[in-house]
């Protein structure tokens, strides 16, 4: 078993999918409509559903807005090149929250918004190295 996909509604898909592609680098897999159930699907990721998780974006097309509540934290994504990453962000429609930084006794990230709100975990390769040393403790 392992973890498929990850939900997110959204208000614009197109704006959605652009933030996600174009600013953080994933692939639209697939796009469908469901016209009965008056909603469409797309599914992102960095590589296909038989090899990795994706992020599944939902826009309900008669809905006016929702709230991400305080039950939801945050998606993450390792960046090739986290500089590069929060500088896309800062131009682009999402919103970079915090720039990068270290955690006390941790690894450098930064948080960034997508344009609906949700908050996006950026973190550097280097983690790994720092998973594994925790998981050796």
């Known amino acids: 078993m392992y973890l498929m996909h990850t939900m997110l509604r959204v208000m614009d898909l197109d704006r959605s999918i652009d933030f996600y592609s174009d600013v953080l680098g994933m692939e639209l897999i697939r796009r469908q409509d469901f016209p009965d159930g008056r909603f469409t699907l797309a599914f992102l990721g960095y590589g296909s559903e038989r090899d990795h998780s994706v992020l599944e974006l939902t826009h309900n097309w008669d809905t006016d807005s929702y709230e991400i509540g305080n039950a939801y934290g945050h998606i993450a994504i390792l960046c090739d090149d986290l500089d590069a990453t929060c500088e896309k962000v800062r131009s682009s429609r999402g919103a970079l929250v915090s720039e990068p930084h270290k955690m006390k006794d941790g690894p450098v990230m930064a948080f960034a ?18 998973l594994a040393d925790r998981s050796k403790s």
């Open 113 to 130: 918004r997508d344009p609906d709100g949700y908050m996006i975990e950026l973190l550097p390769p280097d983690v790994l190295e720092w």
